[in-house]
């Protein structure tokens, strides 16, 4: 099936169909649907409407359908589930990750009830350590079920063996191999398993070379791993070398799509993660900030406008917006690079060389804007003391914001604040601000 | 093995190494590297060391690192190998959609050689095949590398069959289900084919859900499908269903990445993917374009400048900063809030909606910013009448920004423009120009 894009007059035919009562034609109708697909319709339809439709679902296929639902979406459709109910129909068929997930936004004193009423004890003191993990640690995102095999065994015995354990894994991405303390050693290839005599030991066949994190390494870690050596899955170990879990890299893919959401609106003034679809309260809450620390900088401004005094030369205003803006741009360009290179880890050169290189680009892109500008102030008409202002001001302004521009992300980052603030409103501001400074000093000297 | 970063003593030591010629000794050093560490050390030595290391490597070992490399500098690496080599010690060793990338980025007359050298004749066709498709289409990234069973076959046969298939296969991901047509049907888990009878037939075992896509589905697409349904591959099929190949998730998080940092740089004014490790001429060149655009509407601005007359009022002056600022400030938010729901596909409002929402946005945020304005003035002790106009523009400018920061890139979407190309130099300059606009007006309607 090619999967269509959930469009408007699906949601409303279905949305007619449950008004009028016909909830089995709308489980037909949805029969085909991929979980993330009927997790969608559930987001657009009337919370009344999604609560019944997520109630005539068979159990197993809702377990699947919450997990893919948007967090708050969620909470208001599970509000009505009592612990035992949230337990066994929706918890029991999950693995332990998602499980994990969804308890975890839970009430505290729901937390409990659930894991009390969960009917297999291993479940929940697996899902019972997962909560233990601090927030974004490799262990907080982790999932219990996996495939082992003793390096010891014959490929016979692992094969038996992976029967019984695959019952309980969704998806096998990965054969682990373990010593008798269960310390993980390696991996064995479902190519070398398919191709190589049953009869051979798994110490002969599997791959020492593995790549793993602890529990505690930071979640973007994981990522930045899984990225660079294009892992469908990682394993996770305590600090004695023990096997504990694995993330697969759907999990991944969204620590990814996150940062990246998150660096974007920094760059494009955004304070909180918001969306579109959210509330004109929610928006403005996060819009307001950046245009806060924006006028303040605006503020800060017409006192420097103020005590040059402008009205001595008002033909100077003319060409305020114009430094102040090449100035706010430059700088973003700057800090952007540098957030971009520290984010790929691809920040191989030391912070001197960097600074002597923006040197080199603030002085080509300023002797560029310099020489226009002082054509085109001189082709307006204006006089030549104001071009030769302008023209200066310019190259002073753009070296200046290059350098800052590079000099705030570092500083940033060495603080262990996350450098892309430095693209929002920080150094925008700033530069306006320095940028009006340096153009009236230098019309001070010059005129 | 925890993979360390590599360090820059690391890359010293080596380089000595290799400066000493122990090669020998560098090979023992760099044997449990991953393939995408060695990359990273040729891009950091001296082109004439990193070719050296590359020559000494073994051959498969050596094919498994220049996939890795970067573009720039695996072309200068494999400028001297000759046609024939390349086939023989690179292209042979690869799978079809790493080698077809490769090759497409050699010059026409080396292509041509390079296909002809190869001893396998599918092996050259598939690549030919796969170098046929249009960038950016799923068939230009798939690989022709899989596993297929038939649905007639009894499950003893899939295994049997998986077998040989395997040894062309480095990682089996999923086992495809087809027809006598070799039209894909659907997948056969490998839970299944661990925990049913050898003696089922596939077409009682395997799963019919499955999503795909065509060899000319834009990898954008590709993308956003493999992400919504965590699909580790995802199988490619022509207009007739037949498959032709299959798609991993690596390639997808390439794509993913590239376009995140596309929509980033867009946002910060870069006009190029340039990195801060780049020539100070290509970084130049990718900051002008919006600093030329910058300050074409910093021209315009003291256009609008001198035609109001601001001798007239020099105390205007000092607050123009302000407005500017604010104006592209709401402008690059709103764009951006429009560029994240298009890209998530999550934008389900109608365009009236929409501007009705960005209404609400902007009256909110414009009314707390301008009566602050208004307070901070009278503080200053400006006189009233500036005081009102300030806080008057400043409505109007937010009102209008937040509006047309939305309506610009949905018109770019629906001309088939990349909306995020209005987080960019055109939202902000524009309105940097028609905030100063607007607040003249006010001016003279007030003053």
Redesign the interface.
């Given at each position: 099936?090619?999967?269509k894009?959930l469009n408007?007059s699906i949601v409303d035919r279905i949305s007619e169909l449950l008004e009028s009562s016909s909830i089995d034609r709308v489980l037909a109708e949805i029969e085909?649907f991929?979980p993330?697909d009927v997790a969608e319709l559930l987001e657009?339809l009337d919370l009344e409407q999604a609560k019944a439709l997520l109630y005539a679902l068979p159990e197993e296929r809702a377990a699947e359908v919450i997990v893919e639902l948007d967090e708050e979406v969620r909470a208001s459709l599970l509000q009505e589930y009592s612990g035992k109910e949230l337990a066994q129909e929706v918890i029991e068929n999950l693995d332990s990750d998602d499980a994990a997930d969804i308890i975890s936004e839970l009430p505290q004193e729901k937390i409990h009830e659930v894991l009390q009423s969960l009917e297999d004890p291993d479940q929940a003191r697996e899902i019972a350590d997962l909560l233990n993990y601090a927030e974004d640690t490799a262990g907080s995102i982790m999932a219990k079920e996996l495939v082992k095999v003793n390096a010891s065994w014959k490929l016979m015995r692992c094969?038996r063996e992976?029967?019984r354990q695959?019952?309980k894994?969704?998806?096998?991405?990965a054969i682990y191999v373990v010593d008798d303390d269960d310390r993980l050693l390696g991996t064995l290839?479902?190519?070398k398993l398919?191709?190589t005599s049953t009869k051979t030991p798994v110490s002969e066949v599997y791959d020492r070379?593995?790549?793993?994190?602890t529990t505690d390494t930071h979640v973007e870690e994981v990522a930045r791993?899984m990225?660079?050596?294009?892992l469908?899955v990682i394993p996770v170990v305590d600090h004695e070398g023990r096997l504990m879990g694995r993330i697969t890299?759907?999990d991944v893919?969204d620590v990814?799509?996150e940062e990246?959401?998150r660096?974007?609106?920094m760059?494009?003034?955004?304070a909180q993660d918001?969306?579109?679809?959210d509330s004109?309260?929610a928006?403005?809450k996060a819009?307001?900030p950046?245009?806060?620390i924006?006028?303040l900088?605006?503020?800060i401004?017409?006192?420097v406008?103020?005590f040059f005094d402008?009205?001595q030369y008002?033909?100077m205003?003319?060409?305020?917006?114009?430094?102040?803006?090449?100035g706010?741009?430059?700088g973003?360009?700057s800090?952007?690079?540098?957030v971009?290179?520290l984010a790929?880890?691809?920040?191989?050169?030391s912070i001197l060389q960097?600074l002597l290189?923006d040197l080199?680009?603030g002085l080509?892109?300023a002797l560029?804007?310099a020489s226009?500008?002082f054509a085109?102030t001189a082709a307006?008409g204006k006089p030549f003391n104001l071009s030769i202002t302008v023209s200066i001001a310019l190259v002073s302004v753009?070296v200046f914001a290059a350098m800052f521009g590079t000099l705030v992300p570092l500083t940033l980052n060495k603080f262990k604040i996350d450098p892309a603030v430095a693209?929002g409103p920080f150094v925008?501001?700033t530069n306006?601000v320095i940028g009006?400074f340096i153009y009236f000093s230098v019309a001070k000297l010059i005129m």
């Open positions: 099936m090619h999967t894009k408007q085909e991929h993330e657009r094969l992976m029967r695959a019952e894994v969704d998806q096998v991405h290839s479902l190519k398919l191709t070379k593995i790549i793993k994190v791993l990225r660079k050596y294009d469908v890299f759907d893919m990814m799509k990246a959401e660096d974007y609106q760059a494009s003034g955004l918001v969306e579109s679809a004109i309260f928006l403005s819009r307001l950046w245009l806060l924006g006028m900088g605006g503020v401004s017409s006192r406008v103020d402008i009205s008002p033909e205003a003319a060409f305020m917006p114009l430094i102040a803006a090449t706010g741009n430059v973003v360009q800090a952007a690079l540098v971009q290179s790929n880890d691809s920040f191989n050169e960097k290189k080199g680009v080509v892109t560029v804007c226009l500008m085109v307006l753009i693209t925008t501001t306006d009006l």
